[in-house]
């Protein structure tokens, strides 16, 4: 298996310009200058500097790691060291260092570990949204609603106005079960609604699989 | 002891108190929040969804938006997806463009 290599790299993308955390397989795929010509995941992984640190926390220190390549090791040592200088309180260290555990071991294995839950606004959610396809909008509880975008080997589920974006394949073979467990409450409430909607709809027919899998592992680990 | 200014603190007075805007504030309707999809190229609105419609966007051309309207017109938006090569700035004044030509 080809090991994944890190690059924390300052990129310009069309909301400004920042420093980002890459992982990819593929070297060349490092070497862009702009987020939006990096493949979508499982290709390359890529998430913002300050998903995983405080900005105001970021010294002159980090530069020896930055816009060079970086085995696993050294990336994962550099922002373990940096997540315990940035953050005091253990349980915002613990949520930190979860988020690189992911992120490495996504990177590691070239896989999305579905379901794979962030924020509308995610790099990779962006990169994903690239393929185009179907949107198509529900109504949810009061004054929010249930967003989802029907694309060719994905679908992405956006709450509104509650920013919160999940990612789901049509295969059920790719559904993490632990991941499914780890689900918050509303998340799961989300997803059912969306099952009941589901039922004799032409467009979300294809997502129905895997959100009554999402439902019956939710039910088995009650 | 304390000093005030006579003309700001009028004014601050008036705005402390929601009745001054004329609606109460119980009836006034919230602003409500719809998918927009913008062809960028051509200029154009391409949808508005209600609930329970959908649009398959071309990602090509087409700028997806999290509007928020009001009675009045928009309040707020924010890009769902852009097309690549689109700044910011130029995808805004676009839609904003085309977006007071449907609200208007």
């Known amino acids: 298996m080809t090991a994944a290599h890190y690059m924390i790299k300052f990129l310009r993308s069309r909301h400004g310009s920042k420093y980002y955390v890459i992982a990819a397989r593929d070297v060349n795929m490092l070497q862009v200058g702009r987020l939006e010509e990096l493949p979508p995941p499982p290709k390359c992984f890529v998430k913002s500097l300050d998903y995983f640190l405080d900005p105001l926390c970021v010294t002159f220190r980090l530069e020896q790691y930055m816009n060079r390549l970086l085995s696993e090791r050294e990336f994962v040592s550099a922002m373990r060291k940096y997540i315990r200088k940035c953050f005091v309180d253990k349980e915002l260290v613990a949520r930190r260092l979860d988020r690189l555990k992911d992120f490495v071991s996504m990177a590691k294995s070239g896989k999305i570990k579905y379901p794979y839950v962030t924020r509308p606004y995610d790099p990779d959610i962006k990169r994903i949204l690239a393929e185009g396809g179907i949107i198509y909008r529900l109504d949810y509880e009061d004054n929010s609603w249930i967003d989802v975008y029907m694309l060719r080997d994905s679908f992405i589920v956006i709450i509104v106005p509650r920013d919160v974006a999940i990612l789901l394949p049509y295969d059920v073979r790719l559904v993490d079960p632990k991941a499914v467990a780890e689900l918050s409450s509303n998340i799961v409430r989300a997803l059912r609604k969306i099952v009941e909607y589901a039922e004799g709809s032409s467009i979300l027919e294809r997502a129905l699989d895997v959100l009554r899998y999402i439902m019956f592992v939710r039910e088995v680990v009650r | ?104």
């Open chain 2, 1 to 104: 002891m304390a000093t005030r200014t006579p003309g700001w603190s009028q004014a601050r007075e008036g705005v402390d108190d929601p009745e001054v805007w004329g609606e109460p504030r119980a009836t006034r309707k919230p602003p409500t929040r719809k998918v927009v999809v913008v062809d960028l190229l051509a200029k154009s609105v391409k949808a508005v969804l209600e609930t329970f419609e959908s649009y398959t966007y071309n990602p090509q051309t087409d700028a997806v938006v999290e509007v928020e309207f009001d009675d009045v017109g928009v309040v707020d938006g924010l890009f769902r997806y852009l097309p690549h090569g689109t700044s910011v700035g130029e995808a805004e004044r676009v839609i904003l463009e085309v977006l007071w030509g449907v609200v208007g």
